[in-house]
T-cell receptor, first 111, second 110 residues
Framework: EPEVTQTPSHQVTQMGQEVILRCVPI?????FYWYRQILGQKVEFLVS????????KSEIFDDQFSVERPDGSNFTLKIRSTKLEDSAMYFC?????????FGEGSWLTVV | KNEVEQSPQNLTAQEGEFITINCSYS?????LHWLQQHPGGGIVSLFM???GKKKHGRLIATINIQEKHSSLHITASHPRDSAVYIC????????????FGQGTILTVHP
């Protein structure tokens, strides 16, 4: 059973629509991260989250993006108004000690 | 800003061959990860190194901090090793904030 579960595995959305990607770690991990991988490109860091607040974010993570942990288990990434260039695989990750665990990814296609 | 570069970008091997994938980075780091990404997209951590060498089964990872270079070796390669291998560096104290290389696509033929 994976340490980190992501949903949905694949979502197609219209440009301008809001999208929420979800991540559920199995055990009590405290540090959470979102990454994205545009097709054919490197995986890029978006944001890190600890103790219910953003600890670090990249230039990519602009006002269109937000993260929260609404119920103590789910960790969500929201894209408010999707653009074509948001099409990518989005990975959630968590760390415990020096070990990092990635989810299987959520493939977002914006049309 | 740290840049992480891998070579080769593509690697084809015959089953049983010894494989080496190289990774270089531009600034000092606190640790380096080797990751495996399968065609479905999921990423699995293979190693985390801050110095020296680690071995797990047929996989060996080494790092030279002075030369800012790491290598991943696969001994007796097998078709099931076919995947994308990615190195990613960690700069500071945030354990999960990584800078990724572009990945090496490995194909092992029977």
């Amino acid at each position: 059973e994976p340490e980190v579960t992501q949903t949905p595995s694949h979502q197609v959305t219209q440009m301008g629509q809001e999208v929420i990607l979800r991540c559920v770690p199995i055990s009590n991990h405290l540090y959470f991260y979102w990454y994205r991988q545009i097709l054919g490109q490197k995986v890029e860091f978006l944001v890190s989250f600890y103790n219910n607040e953003i600890s670090e974010k990249s230039e990519i993570f602009d006002d269109q993006f937000s993260v929260e942990r609404p119920d103590g288990s789910n960790f969500t990434l929201k894209i408010r108004s999707t653009k074509l260039e948001d099409s990518a695989m989005y990975f959630c990750a968590t760390t415990t000690g020096n070990t990092i665990y990635f989810g299987e990814g959520s493939w977002l296609t914006v049309v | 800003k740290n840049e992480v570069e891998q070579s080769p970008q593509n690697l084809t091997a015959q089953e049983g061959e010894f494989i080496t994938i190289n990774c270089s980075y531009s600034v000092g780091i606190s640790a380096l990860h080797w990751l495996q990404q399968h065609p479905g997209g999921g990423i699995v951590s293979l190693f985390m190194l801050s110095s020296g060498k680690k071995k797990h089964g047929r996989l060996i990872a080494t790092i030279n901090i002075q030369e800012k270079h790491s290598s991943l070796h696969i001994t007796a390669s097998h078709p099931r090793d076919s995947a994308v291998y990615i190195c990613a560096s960690r700069g500071g104290t945030s354990y999960g904030k990584l800078t990724f290389g572009q990945g090496t696509i490995l194909t092992v033929h029977p």
